[in-house]
T-cell receptor, first 111, second 113 residues
Framework: KAGVTQTPRYLIKTRGQQVTLSCSPI?????VSWYQQTPGQGLQFLFE???????NKGNFPGRFSGRQFSNSRSEMNVSTLELGDSALYLC??????????FGEGSRLTVL | GENVEQHPSTLSVQEGDSAVIKCTYS??????FPWYKQELGKRPQLIID?????GEKKDQRIAVTLNKTAKHFSLHITETQPEDSAVYFC????????????FGGGTRLMVKP
């Protein structure tokens, strides 16, 4: 079975731009969660989608948004990028509620 | 919301010794407590988890204990090996209500050969 796939793996943007990250979960997994990982703040929950519906949402500003498609693939979007948005964005999939299988992450650098 | 504190932030042990990492959480509604291991440059991977209806769980050299009354849980690694060197994260979540995990700050474990 293929693991969780995230694209792109690395990207560089400038302040004010927007970015879209993609995540393909493990086949059969209906839950996709997104986490932000930074040296200072650690791993922070962004949001979770289950069967195309946002099931949970973390404490991030509205510039961070996401969606899930009927094939369970998910995207997250960050608009009006700020320097502090530089981070590793991790996607994780799960069959329901339990073990999370993480992808390799998308490393975003904002200049 | 939930708050998870993890100690220590770094831990250095000699190969063969035991390592213990402790976490406390604040939300009594949390009932799922996983532990993830993240090697340098790699993705976090689940090593063990425990639910609130269980007090202890073991998997070979790894064990987790949970005290719901005191709101703390611990990871125990026995007979440590150099390949155990990594960052370990504890987390707390609502369990069946979804995968919204609150992570601790992480513990960098170094096992010296």
């Amino acid at each position: 079975k293929a693991g969780v796939t995230q694209t792109p793996r690395y990207l560089i943007k400038t302040r004010g731009q927007q970015v879209t990250l993609s995540c393909s979960p493990i086949s059969g997994h209906r839950s996709v969660s997104w986490y932000q990982q930074t040296p200072g703040q650690g791993l922070q929950f962004l949001f979770e989608y289950f069967s195309e519906t946002q099931r949970n949402k973390g404490n991030f500003p509205g510039r961070f948004s996401g969606r899930q498609f009927s094939n369970s693939r998910s995207e997250m979007n960050v608009s009006t990028l700020e320097l502090g948005d530089s981070a590793l964005y991790l996607c994780a999939s799960s069959q329901g509620a339990g073990e999370l299988f993480f992808g390799e992450g998308s490393r975003l650098t904002v200049l | 919301g939930e708050n998870v504190e993890q100690h220590p932030s770094t831990l250095s042990v000699q190969e063969g010794d035991s390592a213990v990492i402790k976490c406390t959480y604040s939300d009594s509604a949390s009932n799922y407590f996983p532990w993830y291991k993240q090697e340098l440059g790699k993705r976090p991977q689940l090593i063990i988890d425990i639910r609130s209806n269980v007090g202890e769980k073991k998997d070979q050299r790894i064990a987790v204990t949970l005290n719901k009354t005191a709101k703390h849980f611990s990871l125990h690694i026995t007979e440590t090996q150099p390949e155990d060197s990594a960052v370990y994260f504890c987390a707390a979540g609502p369990g069946n209500a979804g995968n919204m995990l609150t992570f601790g700050g992480g513990t960098r474990l170094m096992v010296k050969p």
